[in-house]
T-cell receptor, first 115, second 109 residues
Framework: EPEVTQTPSHQVTQMGQEVILRCVPI?????FYWYRQILGQKVEFLVS????????KSEIFDDQFSVERPDGSNFTLKIRSTKLEDSAMYFC?????????????FGNGTRLTVT | RKEVEQDPGPFNVPEGATVAFNCTYS??????FFWYRQDCRKEPKLLMS???SGNEDGRFTAQLNRASQYISLLIRDSKLSDSATYLC??????????FGAGTTVTVRA
């Protein structure tokens, strides 16, 4: 079964550094997402991406965050200047079609630790 | 009011028992609904979609009540492997897909 893949599985970085989290969504999927989950808390929506542009973003997704789909397969989340509170699991997800009944398929996440 | 609310639990049940819990949502225009399970420090995995007429998948039954704006999940004949956090996910009409905070279920031998 096709999978969403994320790399790296764990990223440790110092405060103020830039990080890029990478995702390869399922190939025929159209909508792409980034979510994050701080340890012990709920899954929080960051951003959705469709047709090569952001379709929706949350308050968390401020100017420090950006997303790109530089080629036909990769979908990246960049955090420009990391803060301690950015430490979390970051999940990439994709949806197959524009049908509202299409479920999210998640990657196995990148654990970001900011020290 | 939160977009999606769940009873956090934990629900501690013996093997073989039935456990059920609900999830309420605030957006009456919500289009679709899902239950995911999440094991500790892992990604959420789709358990089942929730259809208007209710649906069953083995020991799991999901119901949707649009009038009262809640969905439910019932697990029959609980197994130890059912121990997890169950996430309610609601798709409004904006593809943002909102998550509940999860309901923790612990099945004991």
């Amino acid at each position: 079964e096709p999978e969403v893949t994320q790399t790296p599985s764990h990223q440790v970085t110092q405060m103020g550094q830039e990080v890029i989290l990478r995702c390869v969504p399922i190939s025929n999927h159209l909508y792409f997402y980034w979510y994050r989950q701080i340890l012990g808390q709920k899954v929080e929506f960051l951003v959705s991406f469709y047709n090569n542009e952001i379709s929706e973003k949350s308050e968390i997704f401020d100017d420090q965050f950006s997303v790109e789909r530089p080629d036909g397969s990769n979908f990246t989340l960049k955090i420009r200047s990391t803060k301690l509170e950015d430490s979390a699991m970051y999940f990439c997800a994709s949806i197959e079609s524009s049908s509202y009944n299409s479920p999210l398929h998640f990657g196995n996440g990148t654990r970001l630790t900011v020290t | 009011r939160k977009e999606v609310e769940q009873d956090p639990g934990p629900f501690n049940v013996p093997e073989g028992a039935t456990v059920a819990f609900n999830c309420t949502y605030s957006n009456s225009a919500s289009q679709s609904f899902f239950w995911y399970r999440q094991d500790c420090r892992k990604e959420p995995k789709l358990l089942m979609s929730v259809y208007s007429s209710g649906n069953e998948d083995g020991r799991f039954t999901a119901q949707l009540n649009r009038a009262s704006q809640y969905i439910s999940l019932l697990i029959r004949d609980s197994k130890l492997s059912d121990s997890a956090t169950y996430l309610c996910v609601v798709n409004g009409n904006d593809y943002k897909l909102s998550f509940g905070a999860g309901t923790t279920v612990t099945v004991r031998a």
